[in-house]
């Protein structure tokens, strides 16, 4: 696939109730990846391993920055959250991630390739009620302000170590998601839609 990352835009929060939404992407990276604690603000990457690592590294003078409003001044007595950091599946508009093979329906067991999975990389600012709901194949806690380049190396460390669900752990998560929306009573209009696909778009 082609490596796409911006902000994530009228998207629900959590993977495993993604509605309708678009990924912004700016054309000229700024120094600064502002993160808004108001809006719920997330750069993500979509890419597989090798894509988002050398992304990272290409651009490892990035700085991820936490900002309570845009464009507003923080006052200095506020505490501003650190920055999560979440390695996440993508799902087809059917709601199996993405990394689903035919091999993986012969050899149900097997664990796809590592180099190969198209997965989710999210920043975003540290929010515990948000981030219990959230289920990571892993999870990083870093300090705003810190550089791509700076974190890269625990990134890298905390993917090699992990290892991904094979198609009986994501037939059990889709189990789980169909019967979350058998037991809702209808009235939340995002749930039809819960599995669409991010669009991308560039602005200036």
Not at 166 to 173: H, Q, S, T
Not at 179 to 198: H, I, M
């Amino acid at each position: 696939m082609v490596l796409k990352y911006g902000y994530a835009i009228g998207e629900q929060l959590g993977n495993m109730t993604m509605t309708a939404g678009k990924i912004i992407t700016p054309t000229n990276l700024p120094q600064v990846i502002s993160l808004s604690v108001v809006n719920s603000s997330r750069f993500i990457i979509l890419g597989t391993k090798p894509e988002i690592l050398e992304w990272l590294c290409t651009y490892s003078n990035i700085k991820l920055e936490v900002i309570l409003f845009d464009d507003v001044t923080e006052a200095p007595h506020v505490h501003v959250p650190d920055v999560i950091i979440d390695l996440l599946p993508t799902f087809n508009e059917y709601g199996y991630a993405k990394h689903t093979s035919l091999l993986d329906y012969i050899i149900p067991t097997h664990h796809p390739n590592p180099a190969e999975e198209t997965v989710r990389l999210e920043f975003r600012p540290a929010n515990p009620k948000d981030d219990e709901g959230i289920d990571p194949y892993f999870r990083i806690t870093v300090k705003r302000g810190s550089a791509f380049g700076e974190i890269f190396n625990e990134i890298k460390d905390k993917w090699d170590s992990i290892v991904y669900p094979n198609i009986w752990d994501d037939l059990k998560n889709l189990a789980t998601v169909s019967r979350q929306y058998l037991e809702d009573d209808g009235d939340n209009e995002n749930s039809s839609t819960s599995f669409n696909q991010l669009k991308s778009v560039v602005v200036d």
